[in-house]
């Protein structure tokens, strides 16, 4: 059985937000459209990020949980709890899942909003904003590639609260190989 638990991480120096303040993780919640290989989900996320240390998100579609994917600047754990497997490795699995070369600080500019360098074949963009608090940050996040589109709905966002996370693969799942 895999567990990884975040009890601790790194604190960054700065995270810039578009009013100028700065937070060290963020913790939102929302609606998601995923289409992938011409399948399309609907679920509901949440999702935490502690900036250049981890994100984290569950997703749920209805009232089950569907899968986890723990991400670090190394490595990633994706858990499918619908189909029973989950994968841990390098970055390879984007590249093999939607054949995009994708790194950590990339995928955590794209959630968090911030500047950010895409290949041209990728379509990204952010619609309207909210205050919260000191903070400023997007209501919606496109995401357009040759087999992936995502359109993510955020619903509430925390500031500098990380909730406790975990990630465990169940001993019954098979590892997914490439």
Known sequence: MIT??????VTPLFAQTDSAATYHSIH?????????NEQMFNCQYNFVNVIDSFLYIQLNVGPVEAGRVL???DKILYINKLQKNYYEGDYYFFQHLIDLEIDFHTIQ?????????VPEDVELSYQGESVFGDFTFFNTLICEYEVFSLKLEVKKVMFNDVPKVS??????????TF
């Open 167 to 176: 990630a465990t693969v169940p001993k019954n799942f098979s590892a997914i």
């Open 28 to 36: 939102y919640r929302g609606s998601a459209e995923i289409e992938l």
């Open 71 to 73: 991400l670090t600047p």
């Open 4 to 9: 990884f638990v975040i009890t601790s991480f």
């Open 109 to 117: 500019d794209i959630f968090n909003g911030f500047p950010v360098s």
